[in-house]
């Protein structure tokens, strides 16, 4: 065997012996046999099944397409005007330059649609355009047309709206439509004949859309619609009949409570069937016609029904709660959005109709403290209070810092059940609250607004309940010693630290008003109370700097 052989014999067996070591790493590594079916393989999709992505149209290209749809539009409606004008446009005539022009522009969109079909569908909503402006101008300015005929062609061109955004899959089609029906009352005066009536197709109007949104699977179909029918109906109905001898409001009261049926209904099957609940920014614009629906609702009651408005406003808050419930029951998670939006309703509805309508004068402060101590618990049981829950949780506390204020003034609460008691039951709450709300790790600035308002409220309760200077002074110094004793007891630095608004506000009582016109005893008893609580203060005050955690 020549040299040559002897060395590739040797180098082959130094690479077998290479690829039996990878071998043995390999299966160490993976822990088990190696194959090729540990590695997924992935087919290239042939070039006749790839989709092409639609082509995202540039600004200056919509620019120029909307306001080449504007010019045809402004075109039209002085063509119109023009054949008015020199007396030969007649009715039929009329009727067939609107059907030509904007049924051209619906065709010519729907026979370039292969070739770009988002910019192609800007031809046919400038058809939509005009074949409304036409129908409503022809009747309402020119008198061409009668009223049937008027309300047969809005219906078929909101047809025709929906049937092009089916066919587009854009919702300008569909908000073209509700803007066209909703305004035909305004524009038909045949409309307004009666309240039924008018109300009758409103809620026409509203089942079809609110259908029609669950079909398109778009939120934003119904939701334009809610605004626009309340917002139509109530305009209208203020305009013809809130001051006529007749004003039937009652029909204008059963219309609100069925449009407020339809899209809360509609609101909860939307999420029901897409399985698609409400998020934050989506409850947000939820909001302003539930909020819309309560001013119309509650005026309106207010005025004819002034004893059963804040009843039913409560009524309502239950219904919202009720469809809240029944959506939720279908998730296995909270729904944050729907949440948000029942708390906001429920802050407006218990504030208003609850706290300020229904509630006693003289209750209230006692349903302050009842509300401080909701808010405590609640806020104890969750460690701290979610961000859907932060409407309800502000009107709560509004109603607490509003009585809170009330007692600390001593304001209104002669005829109140303990009147005078009642900034030292409200301190004492403060102070429970703070203590409570410690372990929930709530933040600095909130637990420092609630000790120094106990403070305060501590403060006030010698002024409500003595007679004289000497007794409140001594309270004051008293609360100031007893607040760092406890502090330095408990290592709460924030307690010791706030305990110098005490002493300084004590100090300042006593040069500034008790020393001011007083009896020489009263003088000198001031100034021994507040010599010692300043000396004994200071001294305490020594051992705080071993305190190191603030508000620990």
Not at 44 to 57: H, L
């Amino acid at each position: 065997m020549s040299l040559n052989e002897q060395e590739l014999l040797a180098r082959l067996a130094k690479l077998e012996e290479r690829v039996t070591q990878l071998e043995g790493q390999t299966q160490a590594t993976s822990g088990g046999d190696f194959t090729f079916e540990e590695f997924p393989t992935t087919q290239a999709t042939p070039p006749w099944k790839q989709t092409k992505r639609p082509r995202e149209p540039l600004p200056i290209t919509q620019i120029l397409g909307w306001g080449g749809m504007i010019a045809l539009v402004m075109a039209a409606a002085y063509l119109i005007k023009l054949g008015i004008d020199l007396g030969w446009l007649t009715p039929v005539r009329q009727i067939m330059l609107a059907f030509l022009s904007g049924g051209g522009l619906v065709v010519a969109g729907l026979a370039l649609r292969r070739a770009d079909r988002q910019y192609a569908s800007l031809l046919p909503a400038g058809g939509v355009v005009i074949l409304f402006l036409t129908n409503y101008g022809a009747h309402l300015y020119y008198r061409l047309i009668e009223f049937p005929a008027a309300i047969g062609a809005v219906g078929l061109t909101c047809l025709l709206s929906l049937w092009l955004c089916r066919h587009f899959t854009s919702e300008i089609y569909a908000f073209f439509a509700i803007i066209g029906s909703y305004s035909a009352p305004l524009m038909l005066t045949g409309l307004r004949a009666e309240v039924s009536d008018l109300a009758i197709s409103y809620t026409a109007w509203s089942l079809l859309f609110c259908a029609f949104s669950l079909w398109l699977k778009q939120r934003r179909i119904y939701l334009l619609a809610a605004y626009l029918a309340l917002l139509g109906f109530d305009l209208i109905w203020y305009q013809q009949w809130h001051d006529a001898a007749q004003p039937q409001w009652q029909a204008a009261l059963v219309f609100q409570f069925v449009q407020f049926a339809i899209f809360s209904v509609g609101t909860a099957l939307f999420t029901l069937q897409h399985k698609k609940p409400l998020d934050r920014q989506t409850a947000l614009a939820h909001l302003p016609p539930l909020l819309l629906f309560y001013a119309l609702e509650y005026s309106l009651l207010d005025r004819y029904l002034h004893q059963w408005a804040p009843w039913v406003a409560i009524g309502s808050l239950l219904v919202v709660l009720a469809i809240y419930l029944v959506a939720r029951s279908a998730f296995s998670h909270t729904l944050e959005g729907g949440r948000l939006l029942l708390n906001a309703y429920a802050a407006i509805v218990l504030f208003h109709a609850g706290y300020l309508e229904l509630l006693p004068n003289d209750l209230a402060p006692w349903a302050g403290l009842a509300v401080g101590l909701l808010l405590a618990t609640w806020a104890v049981r969750q460690g701290g209070l979610k961000t859907s829950n932060w409407p309800l949780a502000g009107a709560l506390a509004l109603v607490f810092i509003i009585n809170s204020l009330r007692t600390l003034l001593h304001y209104d609460v002669d005829n109140v059940f303990l009147g005078d008691f009642l900034a030292l039951i409200y301190a004492i709450e403060l102070y429970t609250g703070y203590a409570l709300l410690k372990k929930t790790g709530a933040s600095v600035i909130f637990r420092t607004a609630l000790l120094y308002a106990g403070h305060l409220a501590a403060m006030a309760a010698p002024v409500h309940m003595f007679d004289g200077r000497l007794p409140a002074s001594f309270c004051w110094a008293l609360l100031a010693v007893v607040a760092l004793l406890l502090a330095l007891k408990i290592k709460d630095k924030l307690l010791a630290q706030s305990s110098l608004f005490v002493f300084t506000v004590s100090g300042a009582k006593v040069l500034l008003y008790d020393l001011d016109h007083a009896a020489p005893l009263i003088r000198i008893a001031c100034l021994v109370i507040l010599g010692i609580s300043f000396y004994v203060g200071g001294w305490l005050y020594r051992k705080v700097s071993e305190i190191d955690n603030l508000g620990s």
